[in-house]
């Protein structure tokens, strides 16, 4: 048999990113796992059981979109999103080394145009 741990609250909100309330809520509509109670007061979730329902969150997206998980920066996630906003490409001409005057071109200026 595999080893188990069980965690408190904290841990599992910090796992799953959910907050109190919205984990409650979930174990309410019976999607979230139920803590073992250890005594008043004290309650304690089966860390294997946190993982799996957040593997199967991830399952769920993956099946939605029809497509797996692509890493950040992947080109499977350039061609799904296209490049970030921030890596357009800025051009810059310069003046005299002194000073002179400075003119600023960005590939945004292009749809500023239309």
């Known amino acids: 048999m595999p080893k ?6 904290k841990e ?9 309330t919205g984990t409650y809520e979930r174990m309410a509509a019976g999607t979230f796992p139920r803590p073992v109670k250890l ?9 294997e059981e946190v ?11 993956d099946h939605e979109s ?9 080109q499977q996630e350039l061609s799904m999103y296209g490049p970030p906003r921030w890596a ?5 001409w310069m003046g005299s080394a002194l000073g002179g005057n ?3 071109y960005s590939a ?6 239309e």
């Open 4 to 9: 188990r741990t069980l965690i408190p609250l």
């Open 12 to 20: 599992v909100l910090a796992r799953t990113g959910l907050s109190k």
């Open 39 to 47: 005594g008043p007061g004290m309650s304690r979730w089966v860390d």
């Open 51 to 61: 993982d799996n329902w957040i593997d199967e969150q991830i399952k769920a997206r």
């Open 66 to 74: 029809g497509q797996s998980a692509a890493a950040p920066g992947s």
């Open 88 to 92: 357009a490409p800025v051009r810059v």
């Open 102 to 104: 400075i003119e600023r």
């Open 108 to 113: 945004d200026d292009d749809y500023a145009a």
